[in-house]
Structures are given as structure tokens and as C-alpha cells.
């Protein structure tokens, strides 16, 4: 690999990270796996929902966010469990104060979604766009979380928005990618990152986002649902970066024939 892709970092709203793997923080069986699983995953960036981090400090519980060095993390706080534009603005700027907490004063990044759907848990797109165009005008750094709309994603680019984070397939479910082709329209379209969020089971289907041109991607169940959390998240850090090198390298042509790797010129005569 040339000196050019060795320094191929991901780059949000002028903020350079070395891994394109985004890793969640929830559903793990304890913390202890939680910390040493994102440690193997070498990621960059840790979302964290801030209304779980709010009600354990209000109980008096530890929590992950407590318990990770911040010095080698960027916190991508989210807004999940906001049904409601309003509630998910309000939610961003408490997110907020807990960048300036754990000492990164300048972290303005929130992970807006907005989900009035509580069975699918799709993502609602005019809340989301409302609860954008005004967080945006507050300065933040909004990173939404959409459905795979084309349309959507670029009207949320274009008011602003500093990446567009359309879902593989519903949060949790390990379906892999099921929106493949409307993926691939925003990619091309985008002047943003794009990084799929949700639904990725296997680091294949990892790679897979990768290979089509995706900047990154989110995931947090399939990590911490399998049976052994430290590995997956090797796993999943190893199908980013094979998948990143794939697009990189540009594929070949597809061909409707075989065509043979060795040249017929040349080649032995046997009597």
C-alpha cells in the first residue's frame, strides 16, 4: 500500500480519525467486557446514549462513560429513545455539557435520532430533519441517523449536516445490509461521509459496506451479543479495514467469460 492510503483517515467536520469502525456501548453482559471489546475493535469513536448515561448518574450507578480513557476516544453522544424533534434537541445539548465533562471541550458531534416507531424502531424523517436544520443553526455537529432515503440524505447534507448515517437494515436485528441499492445511491450523491448504521451482523457484511464506497460504520449488537465480544470486535475491525483497501484498490471488470490467468504464448509443447 502506497504512503497515500496508509494515511487514509476518516475525516468529519475537520476532525481526523484513524478508524472507520464506530463503536456503541450498549446490551453488554458487564462493563469489564464492554471496555476490553473496544480496545480490540481500535475504534476511534464510542457513541454513548446520553438519557442511559443521565438516569445512571441519577441513581448514583457507575457507568461506561466513567470508566473510558477519553484522552484516546472521541464520545459521539446520541440522542436515542427521543421520539419527538424537541425532546431529541434537548437531549443534544445535555449531550453537550458531557463533551465538556470528560474534557473535550471542543466535541460539538451528536448522533441525532429521532424514533417514534417503538416495534421497528425506524427513524422518523421529519423529526429528523427539523430536529438537524435546528442544531445545525446551534453550531453542532449533527451526524443523523436515517432510513435510506436518497432524498432525505440530501437535504440533510445540504442544510448542513456533516455526515449521513443511513441504517443497513433495523437496529439489533443482524439482517445485514437489506438496503444495499439506495445505499449506494447516497454514497454516490454524497459530499459527506456516509456511514452505515445498524443491522450489520458479521464483519462480511461489514466489509461489504466498505467495499461499496461506505466512509465507516456504526455497530454495537453484533459485538456485544456474540459469544465472544473481544473477538467480534477484531473481527469487525479486520472486515472495515479489508473492505476499505478493496474500495481503495478499485475492483475489476465483471466478465460473462473466464479468461485465463496465464498467457497461451509461450507455453511448453509437449510431444
Not at 441513581?59 to 477519553?70: A, C, E, P, T, V
Not at 475492483?251 to 467469460?257: C, D, G, V
Request: glycine fraction near 8%; charged fraction near 20%; include cysteine.
Amino acid at each position: 500500500m502506497n504512503k497515500k492510503n496508509r494515511e487514509d483517515n476518516l475525516v468529519i467536520s475537520d476532525k481526523t480519525f484513524e478508524s472507520r469502525l464506530m463503536i456503541g456501548t450498549g446490551k453488554y453482559k458487564n462493563m469489564k467486557t464492554a471496555i476490553e471489546s473496544i480496545e480490540a475493535s481500535k475504534t476511534s469513536i464510542v457513541t454513548v446514549a446520553i438519557r442511559r448515561t443521565h438516569y445512571a448518574k441519577k441513581m448514583g450507578k457507575s457507568n461506561l462513560i466513567d470508566s473510558l480513557n477519553w484522552n484516546k476516544l472521541w464520545l459521539l453522544p446520541n440522542t436515542a429513545g427521543c421520539e419527538t424533534a424537541e425532546e431529541a434537541i434537548r437531549i443534544a445539548i445535555l449531550g453537550k455539557e458531557i463533551n465538556k465533562r470528560v474534557g473535550q471541550i471542543d466535541n460539538n458531534f451528536i448522533k441525532l435520532e429521532v424514533i417514534s416507531d417503538s416495534k421497528y424502531l425506524m427513524p422518523d424523517p421529519i423529526g429528523t430533519l427539523k430536529a438537524a436544520e435546528y442544531l445545525v443553526s446551534q453550531e453542532f455537529s449533527v451526524l443523523p441517523y436515517i432510513y435510506p432515503d436518497p432524498i432525505l440524505a440530501k437535504q440533510l447534507e445540504d442544510i448542513g449536516c456533516k455526515t449521513i448515517m443511513p441504517l443497513g437494515s433495523p437496529i439489533g436485528s443482524g439482517q445485514g445490509l437489506k438496503n444495499l441499492h439506495n445505499i449506494q445511491i447516497i454514497i454516490e450523491n454524497a459530499k459527506v461521509p456516509i456511514i452505515v448504521d445498524a443491522g450489520i451482523g458479521t464483519s462480511s457484511e461489514a466489509n461489504q459496506a466498505m467495499e461499496i464506497g461506505a466512509s465507516a460504520v456504526l455497530l454495537n449488537t453484533a459485538i456485544a451479543k456474540s459469544n465472544n465480544p473481544i473477538l467480534m470486535a477484531h473481527a469487525m475491525k479486520l472486515g472495515v479495514i479489508s473492505g476499505r483497501e478493496c474500495y481503495l484498490s478499485g475492483k475489476m471488470n465483471r466478465k460473462t467469460q473466464a479468461n485465463a490467468s496465464s498467457p497461451n504464448n509461450g507455453t511448453l509443447k509437449l510431444i
